[in-house]
């Protein structure tokens, strides 16, 4: 991620001369989320109400709880040689000055990376809080809208760094083409000996059945490929998606879309 931001920063990056790559959300509210998205790609875990920044000279600067902290403890100090990061800093949750400290050393980072005020924040737009930042659920703003604050107080010029996040992640190394690959063979053979002879039964039968019963069907088939008689342990197999199915002649292709 940081190599294309380095050497693609006025184009897919928006000209950022830095991230702030937050962690707005977790799986079970949004699994659409990019955010929720690039912290599996980076971590293996969602890490909800985290922020990240990363500079172009190549300094990670992780704010988050203790615990998160702990989990990310094993980063620090592990740059890879020859790599363009050249370490990682963990900054705890401060709750007695209500991160006050930890803000303004961000700040002073992302100002310092750049040499005066005009610092462009790479951040992902469509995540943006502007002011009506989620709350933690006493009434107070959680710790990525309260940084949303600090830089529009600041009057830093965020810019929407999507498209370079997205192009990054369309590259893909020999495993995830594997996995791909085996996936889409799966995809396949639940389609053509689970899905179909499903639809032809309810049609043929002129059974009254929802969408969102076929759909989780379909889901049970993929979470536990034995139901079509396939040989592939459930506990390699996990759905990334519920099911959608639609008819009628309008459809939604996005990947939020809901059954019909």
């Known amino acids: 991620i940081h190599s294309h931001f380095k050497q693609h920063r006025s184009s897919a990056w928006g000209g950022a001369t830095c991230l702030s790559l937050n962690g707005t959300g977790n799986e079970d509210e949004n699994p659409y989320l990019k955010s929720v998205v690039l912290y599996h790609y980076l971590f293996g875990y969602e890490l909800p109400d985290t922020i990240l920044i990363l500079t172009e000279s190549g300094m990670c600067y992780i704010l988050s709880t203790k615990r998160k902290c702990e989990f990310l403890n094993s980063a620090v100090g592990k740059a890879p040689p020859g790599g363009s990061i050249l370490g990682v800093t963990l900054l705890q949750k401060n709750k007695n000055d209500g991160n006050e400290e930890n ?7 992302i100002q310092l990376d750049q040499g005066d005020d005009n610092s462009k924040v790479g951040v992902i737009m469509k995540e943006v809080s502007k002011g009506k930042g989620d709350t933690n659920g006493k009434g ?13 107080k600041d009057k830093v010029d965020m810019v929407d760094v999507a498209p370079g996040i997205s192009l990054v992640m369309s590259l893909k190394d ?6 791909m690959r085996k996936s889409s063979v799966l995809s396949n053979k639940v389609l053509k000996h689970g899905f179909v002879p499903r639809i032809e039964e309810v049609i043929d039968n002129e059974m009254s059945v929802t969408h969102e019963q076929i759909a989780s ?5 993929i979470e536990d490929p034995s139901k079509i008689n396939l040989k592939v342990p459930k506990e390699h197999v996990e759905s990334c ?3 959608i199915l639609q008819s009628g002649g309008t459809y939604d292709l996005k990947l939020n879309a809901q059954s019909s």
């Open 103 to 109: 803000f303004s050393k961000l700040m002073k980072e």
């Open 140 to 152: 107070k703003k959680n710790l990525v809208s309260s940084w949303e604050d600090i830089l529009q």
């Open 174 to 179: 020999e495993l995830e083409i594997d996995m």
């Open 217 to 221: 069907e379909v889901d049970g088939m």
């Open 241 to 243: 998606y519920f099911p």
